[in-house]
């Protein structure tokens, strides 16, 4: 553990590579006075003493609301070409379902308009987990309307933002809204609920992504190109045996525990229309029954298959006579982990792409990844952030390894774009390029901004040589200085 990667001696991702950085509408916007939009799940979660570090909320965040322009121009001195971003349902809708708010849609109309008249192409999501608080209080995903609500609210913002956006994603990590969320009681709303119960919320959700794939084919104005973002939950082999890769392929798509980590609950009804068979055995009479025509509404074509993917786990072939395939390799001690105790498995990206490609034969793009820190800017107002650096090296070399052994990955887009607010962990922890100081709303960009402008502009070339530390090796001083003011 890892495994000792076939590293490609040269990498070059190919030239329609779609490269860029992610972000969300709650973790940066602000802008959350109720002229200006409704309330979500996540503002009431937030007002509870202790739900979030500190009492962190996102109501200003990193007030993207009032200074997109600013960072716009920022991704354009970083040198993205591809932005993706999510828009918050009560700011497009404040009720969730009804009148559109139109001071909502005029903000995500500023914000294309601003990224295309600098060369990037928008890449929009429309649920990144801001359910509103309206309709959560009328049972939220576990009613069933959840899905014609989630399509009228998708219909709105594609009817009036199709004409320039063509990528759309319908949602983000169901595993985590629904186990964290409705599970687990740690991220909004904060329930705990028994499993009948969340299998229902997640059925819904998967009807709410089928109701958003339709509404989005119905209403784009120029030909969409669809897909969605879950989790991938990914086990990787110890090496390339391919005993120990069947093993790990085994392992990333089986349901061995009550509860919704894992791929194939929410992928095989989305791609290929049916609950697992081993998911239906477990879960056995928990699981909701519903009317035939769910599936035929959950399993829409999709063009291609997100997947966020962070961290990973390494097992190898179990003895025969094992009670499963696999098991599990523990890592070393003092193995690399981030500021969230995530191990750092790089092979995570060379073998969860692959298996997920495997599967569905959907192309891949990797709509996520990236690692965290308590990053601030030192005295000489410079931010090397190396362990983000050679994270994210790794992962993409890996992910060359991952194109080398056949699978067909069309994209990646680093989490994060800036420092934000990181759910119940508030602002304690650091996922962006760029970082920025709460108090006085300052971006500076971190060395791993302009060391992945050259890793964009080189297709990946650059990902053999060695790091520099020097921030004006990777980009031109000016540059520095337009953005940093
Ligand atoms: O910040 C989150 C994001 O909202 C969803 N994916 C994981 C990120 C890091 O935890």
């Known amino acids: 553990m890892p495994t000792p990667s076939t590293r490609p001696r040269s990498v070059q991702f190919a030239p329609d590579f779609a490269w860029g950085v992610a972000t969300s509408s709650y973790q940066i916007e602000g802008g959350s006075s109720p002229d200006l939009r409704g309330e979500s799940v996540w503002d009431s979660f937030c007002r509870k003493p202790g739900a979030v570090f500190e ?11 009032n200074r997109y322009a600013e960072d716009v121009r920022i991704l354009k001195a970083m040198g993205v070409k591809n932005y993706r971003l999510s828009i918050m349902w009560p700011r497009v809708m404040k009720e969730g379902t009804g009148q559109v708010n139109a001071a909502g849609l005029a903000f995500y109309d500023r914000l294309i308009d601003c990224l295309l008249e600098h060369g990037i192409t928008p890449w929009v999501t429309l649920f990144h987990w801001e359910y509103p608080l309206a309709l959560y209080n009328r049972g939220g995903w576990l009613n069933r309307d959840s ?16 004409d320039r956006v063509t990528n759309w994603m319908t949602i983000n990590e169901p595993q985590v809204f629904l186990q964290l969320g409705h599970a687990d009681g740690k991220h909004a709303p904060g329930v705990q609920l028994p499993l009948r119960e969340t299998l229902l919320a997640s059925h819904n959700a998967l009807r709410a992504h089928g109701r958003g794939v339709q509404a989005i084919r119905a209403a784009a104005k120029r030909p969409a190109t669809v897909g969605w973002a879950p989790v991938g939950h990914v086990s990787y082999p110890i090496d390339n045996d391919p005993a120990n890769v ?14 919704l980590w894992n791929n194939t609950w929410f992928a095989d009804p989305v791609c290929l229309g049916c609950y697992p068979e081993d998911g239906l055995r477990l879960y056995g009479s928990e699981v909701p029954s519903h009317p035939v025509a769910d599936m035929d509404l959950i399993n829409q074509k999709l063009d291609f298959y997100g997947v966020n993917i962070y961290s990973g786990a390494c097992v190898q072939a179990a003895p025969a006579g094992s ?5 599990s390799v523990a890592a070393p001690q003092g193995h690399g982990r981030n500021t969230m105790d995530w191990l750092l498995a790089p092979d995570a990206l060379r073998y969860g792409p692959r298996f997920l490609w495997e599967r569905y034969r959907l192309p891949i793009i990797i709509t996520e990844n990236g690692t965290c820190s308590t990053d601030w800017v030192d005295l000489d107002g410079r931010m090397l952030d190396l362990q983000r650096i050679d ?42 390029m760029v970082h920025v100081n709460y108090a006085t709303q300052r971006r500076t960009p971190k060395l791993s901004a302009w060391w992945y402008r050259r890793v964009m502009q080189s297709r990946g070339a650059s990902l053999t040589e060695p790091v520099l530390l020097d921030a004006n090796a990777y980009a031109p001083q000016q540059e520095h200085a337009d953005v940093v003011r």
């Open 55 to 65: 009492n962190h909320h996102g109501g200003v965040a990193c007030d993207h609301y």
């Open 147 to 162: 899905a014609e609500w989630f399509g009228q609210y998708a219909t709105a913002v594609v009817e009036r933002l199709s």
């Open 246 to 259: 069947d093993a790990a392929r085994a392992a990333t798509f089986a349901i061995t525990q009550k509860q």
């Open 323 to 327: 009670a499963t395939p696999w098991q």
């Open 391 to 432: 994270y994210t090296r790794r992962y993409l070399l890996a992910l060359a390894d991952a194109v080398d052994d056949g699978t067909n990955v069309k994209g990646y887009f680093h989490w994060s774009f800036l420092d934000n607010f990181e759910w119940a962990e508030g602002y304690k922890q650091r996922f962006g």
